[in-house]
Each structure stands twice: as structure tokens, then as C-alpha cells.
Nanobody
């Protein structure tokens, strides 16, 4: 049975930090890329970061560079997103995605085809 479960969201003040986790079971976790996406109220889903099978990462959008760090622990089948210096515009539902490929394609942030399984999301709210 496939499960993709996010956790770690919550309410935080501007400038604060959170670490999101995504536990995956029922899939060959270490063979594929993984991604974090977010969707703010009234907005389109947005790719945040992608990490390859070997641990290389890609960034999108520019607003998270230097503040968000994606990582993975293949021994624990868990994906992480460390978010620092959070801003009100980071408020969104954050989703974990399991990749179709071992790498992050050039279109990973906008191509639904690149992703096979999604979690239910964890809410992040940043107060000003």
C-alpha cells in the first residue's frame, strides 16, 4: 500500500522556521526524485524544490533560494524541507510528491507527468 504523508506544518511568526517531513511507504523511495510544492489560497500550485535520487536539488521560485533547503534520508524513507526566515507570502498548503524519474527534469515544477504520487498536504501559516 502506497502512502505519502506530510507533517510538520503549523503557525509561525514572520522570520521563524519550520521543518516539514514527508514519509513515504510502499514505493522504491531511494530510486526516484522527490519534490515539494505549495498552493496558496486562490493561487495555482507552485513548485518549491525538487531533489534527485542522488541528492541534487533544483530551486523554483527565486523567492525561496537561500531560505528553504530540501533533503532526503533514504534510510528512513523520508523527505524534508527546512524553511527559514519564513514570510507571510510563504503561507500555503505544502505537498510532497513522488517522482516518475530519478532526476528533476527541466519542467519538474510545472509538469504533472513528472510526479506519480502526492500527499494530502500540511498547512503552513506565517503571521505578520
Amino acid at each position: 500500500q502506497v502512502e505519502v504523508v506530510e507533517s510538520g506544518g503549523g503557525l509561525v511568526q514572520t522570520g521563524g522556521s519550520l521543518r516539514l517531513s514527508c514519509r513515504v511507504s510502499g514505493l522504491a523511495f531511494d530510486l526516484y526524485a522527490l519534490g515539494w510544492f505549495r498552493r496558496a489560497p486562490g493561487e495555482e500550485r507552485e513548485g518549491v524544490q525538487c531533489i534527485t535520487r542522488s541528492g541534487g536539488s533544483s530551486y523554483y521560485p527565486d523567492s525561496v533560494k537561500g531560505r528553504f533547503t530540501i533533503s532526503r534520508d533514504n534510510a528512513k524513507n523520508t523527505l524534508y524541507l527546512q524553511m527559514n526566515n519564513l514570510q507571510p507570502e510563504d503561507t500555503a498548503m505544502y505537498y510532497c510528491a513522488f517522482g516518475r524519474y530519478a532526476y528533476c527534469s527541466s519542467a519538474w515544477y510545472r509538469s504533472a507527468r513528472d510526479w506519480t504520487y502526492w500527499g494530502q498536504g500540511t498547512q503552513v501559516t506565517v503571521s505578520s
